[in-house]
């Protein structure tokens, strides 16, 4: 016969009952070995995430990221975190955040950049961290600036630095997934605007992008930056494409 169950057992049912019927038409899983075994806040499992392509550029002297900007911008110290190539995992991740609108994935490469940059001396203690914008044009398609989305990561991650919000992108560029670094970095002139300047002066400032192919986009903001008279200039990135 039925038998009367409790009424907060019920609900836990219900709610055990209805997460399954979620989970079935979208599973929360890795985005790279598919276990279900991974919190809520996490889109690559724990064990996945130790094997990601880590660069170790942040240890090196003239790293691959230094060379790209020798004779084009003097960044106090400059890194990229993850390598980036084509199906890999952490095109998956930046995959996800841009055209999948998964803010997690974004909060996941603030928190790998940050862990990077709090324990690296050189380092110096950030007053401001600069979002690389996007045009108003792909922020009303995207629905956010996913660099922003990633120096919201570093903050949670305890890289306690307000967002700068006067650099902002004036010219829409065509898509450069189809071009090589030479092609891409001639188009970089007036890229950027810059306004409230005078809050950077004197400051160390750190400019955050997803992905490093060419390096223009850095340069623009850059020269762009170098305007306000900042006390050092730094960047990191979430990846470094390997071409
Ligand atoms: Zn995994």
């Not at 106090?76 to 997690?104: D, H, M, P, R």
């Amino acid at each position: 016969m039925f038998q009367r169950l409790p009424l907060s057992k019920l609900f836990l049912t219900l709610h055990s009952y209805l997460q399954g019927f979620i989970h079935l038409f979208y599973p929360h899983i890795c985005l790279q070995c598919a276990t279900t075994e991974l919190l809520n806040n996490q889109v690559i499992c724990d064990c996945c995430e130790l094997q990601l392509p880590y660069t170790y550029f942040i240890t090196m002297g003239n790293s691959p990221v230094d060379k790209i900007f020798w004779g084009r911008a003097q960044f106090q110290k400059s890194n990229a975190v993850l390598f980036f190539t084509k199906e890999s995992i952490v095109q998956k991740i930046i995959f996800e955040l841009k055209y999948k609108q998964n803010k997690k994935a974004g909060l996941l490469l603030g928190r790998l950049i940050a862990q990077e940059i709090l324990s690296n001396l050189d380092y110096p203690p950030i007053d401001y961290l600069i979002p690389i914008p996007i045009s108003k044009q792909k922020l009303r398609k995207r629905g956010f600036n996913q660099c922003q989305i990633i120096c919201e990561g570093m903050v949670s991650y305890g890289l306690n630095a307000p967002l700068f919000q006067g650099l902002s992108k004036i010219k829409n560029t065509q898509t450069q997934t189809h071009k090589d670094r030479l092609q891409r970095s001639n188009q970089s002139n007036d890229l950027f605007k810059l306004t409230n300047a005078d809050i950077l002066v004197n400051k160390n400032i750190l400019i955050i992008d997803d992905v490093l192919t060419t390096g223009a986009t850095i340069e623009a903001a850059y020269h762009c930056l170098i305007q306000a008279k900042p006390s050092t200039i730094c960047i990191s990135t979430a990846a470094y494409t390997l071409t």
